[in-house]
């Protein structure tokens, strides 16, 4: 058997984040989480795709854990971290991708939600006899914008209230249970996980609850983050209202209408797509924001119709395009892989902020273009090492939680370097699935008005 990781981490964030509820913490993970004989906490990968003789590749990432005895699983099974490494990632690419849209729904200005598609954007790009647009990205920053209310607490919110409303179309007959899903989440949630073996810069913490037989996962964004958001730069906030801008610029409201980009930007809106997808033993649902659908698409069904826009600073030399490919392009391509999304429309803007060029990307070629330009450098990305940990993590998700119970949450934390672990929390502040939902579902009526 091979040597394995521990660490005491679990245990001792919780004391220093949650000490009114020490207590009762504590003793609910002495309950879940089964110590070795010498009481260190055990690991191991979870996913056969991973190598059986993970510590000797890993070590090297990962020093501040110290060595245990030569065991590899609790008594039980339970693993307790999920190494990162991509080294350990390496196999075939695991299973097919074949994201279906079960529905959709609409988030109106003020961000109320509509079971409608009236948000939804149509494609209507610039004539092909106009190669250089120069649409201004900043024109209306200070006067037609509404900026994203950083107060907002949505978390799962939107997609529960579209499954409450739709769930006789997802209940499972057969093992009785409400939703016919493994999984519940938001693609960006996913995206995320999906990009963690090559994420270098910031951490994650997803809180899980096991509800009538389904996982749901939710991010915690903690109250640092939050206040970084908040007091970002202008020219940050100027590069998130350009993304919104662009959109203005290159989609209509209607099928045969045309832009305007006198329109007020409102980061509230948006068109949403429900997602369902089979990955050999796991099923998933998410809801992922869809930019415009492409009334011309070759693929006319969704999601094969939707179109994800993007701008970025024009190239100015091949080491800048490296960088772009080896940074940003790995999170394009997860996030509309993710969903199904076949096409990226890029808007390249000169130092002025103004669109000089248009561009469309294939999703599924990105991963190929990557390894041309950046595959003899150390650590570049590959398609296949992303998934083969996003899959080691959903069975090592599913290994650890498996009481049923809304509100108890097991919280799955990263941060660059270490393994993914994970803490256990009864009643705490981390619940997020709501009571109506919780009611809702248990009453196993679809909700028309919630
Ligand atoms: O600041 C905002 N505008 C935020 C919006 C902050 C946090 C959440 N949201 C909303 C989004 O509008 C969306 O409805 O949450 C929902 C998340 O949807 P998703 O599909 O799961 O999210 P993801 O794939 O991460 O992002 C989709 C879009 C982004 O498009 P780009 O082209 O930038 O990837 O949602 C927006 C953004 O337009 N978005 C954000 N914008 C700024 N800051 C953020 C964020 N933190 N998160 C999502
Ligand atoms: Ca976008």
């Known amino acids: 058997m091979g040597s394995f990781l521990s660490t005491e981490k679990p245990y001792s964030q919780t004391r220093k984040r949650n000490r009114r509820d020490d207590e009762d913490n504590l003793r609910s993970q002495r309950v879940k989480c089964r110590r070795s004989d010498t009481g260190t906490p055990l690991s191991c990968p979870v996913s056969p795709s991973v190598s059986e003789e993970p510590f000797k590749l890993h070590s090297a990432k990962v020093g501040r854990f110290s060595l245990a005895a030569p065991r590899q699983r609790t008594d039980t099974g339970i693993p307790f971290v999920l190494p990162i490494s991509p080294s350990l990632y390496e196999g075939p690419f695991p299973f097919a991708w074949h994201p279906v849209e079960v529905g959709h729904f609409s988030l109106d200005a003020q961000r109320c939600y509509c079971g409608d598609d009236h948000q939804l954007c149509y494609y209507a790009p610039p004539s092909s006899s106009i190669p250089f647009p120069r649409f201004d990205l900043l024109d209306g920053y200070h006067d037609r914008y509404v900026p994203w209310n950083e107060g907002l607490r949505e978390g799962l919110g939107k997609v529960l209230k579209w499954i409450a409303q739709n769930n006789k179309q997802l209940q499972d007959k057969e093992k009785r249970q409400p939703l016919n899903v493994d999984y519940v989440t938001l693609r960006g949630h996913l995206t995320k996980v999906l990009t963690t073996p090559y994420e270098t810069r910031q951490g994650w913490q997803l809180a899980v609850s096991l509800f009538c037989g389904t996982l749901y996962l939710s991010e915690i964004v903690p109250e640092a983050v939050r206040r970084q958001r908040k007091q970002c730069s202008e020219r940050a906030k100027q590069q998130t209202y350009m993304g919104y801008k662009f959109e203005k610029y290159m989609c209509a409201d209607t099928q045969n209408g045309t832009p305007d980009p006198s329109a007020v930007v409102n980061t509230h809106e948006a068109f949403c797509t429900v997602i369902q997808v089979q990955m050999g033993s796991h099923s998933l649902l998410f809801s992922a924001e869809v930019d415009c659908t492409d ?32 940074y940003k392009m790995i999170k394009w391509w997860a996030q509309s892989f993710l969903s199904g999304v076949p096409r990226i429309v890029v808007g390249y803007r000169d130092d002025m902020d103004s669109v000089v060029e248009l561009k469309t990307i294939k999703t599924a070629s990105i991963p190929k273009t990557a390894k041309k330009l950046i595959g003899e450098e150390q650590n570049c990305w590959k398609a296949k090492v992303c998934m083969n940990f996003f899959v080691s993590f959903l069975d090592f998700v599913k290994k650890v939680v498996t009481t049923d119970d809304p509100k108890l949450v097991h919280l799955f934390e990263w941060e660059p370097e270490g393994p993914v672990s994970y803490t256990v929390h009864r009643d705490s502040e981390y619940t997020f699935l709501p009571e109506w939902y919780v009611k809702a579902i248990k009453r196993g009526q679809s909700v028309t008005s919630v």
């Not at 698409?297 to 094969?304: A, I, L, M, R, Y």
Request: proline share 16%; charged share 20%; net charge positive.
């Open 295 to 326: 009334p011309q698409s070759p693929w006319p069904d969704p999601p094969g119709c939707y179109m994800e826009l993007k701008t970025t600073r024009a190239m100015q030399s091949c080491a800048h395009r490296r960088n772009f490919y080896k």
